[in-house]
């Protein structure tokens, strides 16, 4: 039996009431999840700026623009 299917049999032995709350908790473990995910991501790009030697170096706009590919 796959983890969905236990699941799955679990959640039927519920009641109406009980799988409200259930999915109240599964909303939140699924919040958390997405956001720790986010965190790891943002975390990795602090970290690469911390290692870039041109970190606070000025660009342009015009530098900036072209760097994106964008005519000003």
Known sequence: MSN???C???LDSFTEIQLANIATLLQAAKDAIVEA???A???ALYEDYKS???KG???SLEDAAK???VSL
């Open 4 to 6: 969905r299917e236990k």
């Open 8 to 10: 799955i049999a679990i």
């Open 37 to 39: 995910t986010d965190d």
């Open 41 to 43: 991501f943002c975390n």
């Open 52 to 54: 870039d030697p041109d």
């Open 57 to 59: 170096q000025a660009v």
């Open 67 to 69: 760097a994106l590919g």
